[in-house]
T-cell receptor
C-alpha cells in the first residue's frame, strides 16, 4: 500500500529557505507514470497547490509561487523534495505531499489527474 | 489564470438531506474538475475526478456533474460522516488550483 511521509524543519526563519522531503513507500517513484505534488494549507484556510513533478524531472508550478519554488525528485532514495525561498509569515502552513494519479474518464474519454494518496502533513512555522 | 468560485462557503444541513455544492471557473475547463473532502486535522480525500467519475471506494451517494465552467457536487442523503469541508480543484492545463472550500455543518 502506497504511503507518503513529509519530513523537515518545523520552524524556518523569515527570508530563509523552507526545505521539505516526502518519502514514498510501497511503490517505486522511478517505476511510476504518475506525478508527485506538494500542497499547503495555512491555519484555518483553504488548500493551495504548490507544484508537481514527474520522475523524469518535468515540473509544473503554481504561477503565484513559481519564482520561489523548486521541486526535485531523487529516485535512488524514493523521495521528492520542496524548496521555497524567501519565506515570510504568510508561508506558515501545513504542507502535504501527494501522489498525483491519472485515470481515463467515463467511456474512456479524457485523461484526468487528481491527488489520490496523501501524506499526513507537516506544520511549518515561519518565525524568528 | 483560471479563477475558481465555489459556493456556498458554508452550509448547514441535517442527516438525510440532499445537498449541492457549486464550483464555477472563469474559463472553460471541459471536465477537468475534481472534488475532495477534508475533515479537521486530516489530509483531503479525493472523491470525484473528471467532473463525474467516482473514485473507487467512494459511496454512491456522492455524485458530480457539469462541464465547461459550471460544476456541482451532490450528496444524495447526508450521513453523519459527511460533515466536512469540500473543495473543488481544476486540473486543466497542468495547473491544479483549488476552490475556496465549502464547510458542511450539522444543522
Amino acid at each position: 500500500q502506497l504511503q507518503l511521509q513529509e519530513s523537515g524543519p518545523r520552524v524556518v526563519k523569515p527570508s530563509e529557505t523552507l526545505s521539505l522531503t516526502c518519502t514514498v513507500s510501497g511503490d517505486s517513484i522511478s517505476g511510476s507514470t504518475y506525478y508527485w505534488a506538494w500542497i499547503r494549507q495555512p491555519p484555518g484556510k483553504g488548500l493551495e497547490w504548490i507544484g508537481s513533478i514527474h520522475n523524469s524531472g518535468g515540473t509544473y508550478y503554481n504561477p503565484s509561487l513559481k519564482s520561489r519554488v523548486t521541486i526535485s525528485v531523487d529516485t535512488s532514495k524514493n523521495q521528492f523534495s520542496l524548496k521555497l525561498s524567501s519565506v515570510t509569515a504568510a508561508d506558515t502552513a501545513v504542507y502535504f505531499c501527494a501522489e498525483q494519479a491519472g485515470w481515463f474518464g467515463e467511456g474512456g474519454i479524457g485523461y484526468y489527474h487528481g491527488m489520490d494518496v496523501w501524506g499526513q502533513g507537516t506544520t511549518v512555522t515561519v518565525s524568528s | 489564470d483560471i479563477q475558481m468560485t465555489q459556493s456556498p462557503s458554508s452550509l448547514s444541513a441535517s442527516a438525510g438531506d440532499r445537498v449541492t455544492i457549486t464550483c464555477r471557473t472563469s474559463q472553460s475547463i471541459s471536465k477537468y474538475l475534481n472534488w475532495y473532502q477534508q475533515k479537521p486535522g486530516k489530509p483531503p480525500k479525493l472523491l470525484i475526478y473528471g467532473a463525474s467519475s467516482l473514485l473507487s471506494g467512494v459511496p454512491s451517494r456522492f455524485s458530480g456533474s457539469g462541464s465547461g465552467t459550471d460544476f456541482t457536487l451532490t450528496i444524495s442523503s447526508l450521513q453523519p460522516e459527511d460533515f466536512a469541508t469540500y473543495y473543488c480543484q481544476q486540473s486543466y492545463s497542468n495547473t491544479y488550483i483549488f476552490g475556496q472550500g465549502t464547510k458542511l455543518e450539522i444543522k
